[in-house]
């Protein structure tokens, strides 16, 4: 696929032949949307057919006003192995040289021969998938949750992080993994990470590249819960569930006031509270939630 071209709307590298499992199942349990990154075989490395897909199933359930809330996990072992590093869009490529050029372009541990790498733009794999895929994780109308389900390295991590609520399981682990192959963070990496654990704790993440363990995520405030292994399955439902039930636009509203109060003035988040608090007072969920209480009822909440 090109880049310019339609994610998602054409079958390549690491897509599902027919057939075959596909590499993202999609599915709701009452009025919270399942996705599932479903590459077991290679830990759910993104390719960009998965991505497309992941980005089309979150446009979805945008949609759809039956869903209120979106769970991001993933089949088998791990959660995912960020890009899938076999995918041609970004897997270097060399071409042979002449006998007598000058050689370049040798690797470690492969016999001296005269080649050269051919130009590749690895930065359109980020303008065409994750850069869209990052806005529209972060621009959800609905609250997210993500359920690591195992080790989440690179573009991996940075979705999880993305979501609203991140809950793992003991035995996951976040892997910057970035720097062990001579990139920088993408995903919004560097302004995620610098906002969760602070300056020190994102260089320490990013340059060593080294594998955090859930519980020490928690610990750092990188994540909100570490749960064992087998619970962690009901816990982030359970969590899921709990959004989907409460006043939707409101907890939108709240995560982009908290987006943005990281770059304001006292004052000026002052003032943006006081907006948003005049426009949540005019919708129904403001109506419903003070008569429910008021009436020692539960509140049946609408707003999206
Ligand atoms: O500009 C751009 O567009 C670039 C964008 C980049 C975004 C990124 O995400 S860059 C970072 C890419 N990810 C990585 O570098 C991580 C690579 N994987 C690993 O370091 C390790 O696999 C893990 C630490 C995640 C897990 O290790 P372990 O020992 O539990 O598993 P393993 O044996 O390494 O992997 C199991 C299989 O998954 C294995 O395949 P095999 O040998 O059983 O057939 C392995 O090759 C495959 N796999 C794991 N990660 C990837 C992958 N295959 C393709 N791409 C991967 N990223």
């Known amino acids: 696929m090109h880049p310019g071209a339609d994610p998602g709307s054409s079958p390549g590298?690491?897509?599902?032949?027919?057939?075959?499992?596909?590499?993202?199942?999609?599915?709701?349990?009452?009025?919270?949307?399942?996705?599932?990154?479903?590459?077991?075989?290679?830990?759910?490395?993104?390719?960009?057919?998965?991505?497309?897909?992941?980005?089309?199933?979150?446009?979805?359930?945008?949609?759809?006003?039956?869903?209120?809330?979106?769970?991001?996990?993933?089949?088998?072992?791990?959660?995912?192995?960020?890009?899938?590093l076999n995918d041609p869009y970004i897997k270097p490529e060399f071409e042979e040289l002449p006998p007598g050029s000058s050689s370049t372009g040798t690797l470690a541990g492969q016999p001296e021969t005269h080649r050269r790498a051919k130009p590749k733009d690895i930065g359109h794999l980020l303008d065409h998938y994750y850069i869209p895929l990052a806005l529209r994780l972060r621009s959800m109308p609905v609250p997210t949750v993500c359920a690591v389900n195992g080790v989440a390295a690179g573009a991996g991590a940075n979705i999880a992080l993305g979501c609203d609520i991140v809950i793992a399981g003991r035995s996951a682990s976040f892997i910057q993994a970035?720097?062990?192959?001579?990139?920088?963070?993408?995903?919004g990496g560097t302004w995620l990470l610098t906002r969760l654990v602070g300056r020190a704790r994102a260089l320490q993440l990013t340059l060593l590249g080294d594998k955090l363990p859930a519980e020490?995520?928690?610990?750092?405030?990188?994540?909100?819960?570490?749960?064992?292994?087998?619970?962690?399955?009901a816990a982030a439902m359970a969590l899921a569930q709990q959004l989907a039930g409460m006043p939707t636009r409101a907890l939108v509203q709240t995560r982009a006031a908290l987006d943005e109060a990281m770059d304001l003035e006292l004052e000026d988040a002052l003032?943006?509270?006081?907006?948003?608090?005049?426009?949540?007072?005019?919708?129904?969920?403001?109506?419903?939630?003070?008569?429910?209480?008021?009436?020692k009822r539960k509140p049946n909440f609408k707003d999206r």
Do not use: K
Not at 30 to 50: H, I, S, W, Y
Not at 178 to 187: E, H, K, M, T, Y
Not at 271 to 284: I, K, N, T, V
């Open 271 to 295: 003032r943006l509270e006081a907006r948003l608090q005049s426009q949540m007072g005019f919708a129904h969920d403001y109506l419903e939630g003070t008569a429910a209480f008021l009436d």
């Open 216 to 233: 020490q995520a928690q610990q750092w405030g990188l994540i909100a819960r570490c749960v064992a292994d087998e619970e962690l399955p």
């Open 13 to 84: 590298a690491g897509d599902a032949p027919s057939g075959a499992d596909p590499v993202l199942l999609v599915s709701q349990e009452g009025a919270v949307r399942v996705l599932t990154l479903n590459r077991p075989q290679a830990l759910n490395a993104f390719t960009t057919p998965m991505l497309g897909q992941l980005r089309h199933a979150l446009d979805d359930a945008a949609a759809d006003t039956t869903v209120r809330a979106v769970l991001v996990t993933g089949a088998g072992r791990a959660f995912c192995a960020g890009q899938d």
């Open 178 to 187: 970035f720097s062990r192959i001579g990139l920088v963070p993408d995903c």
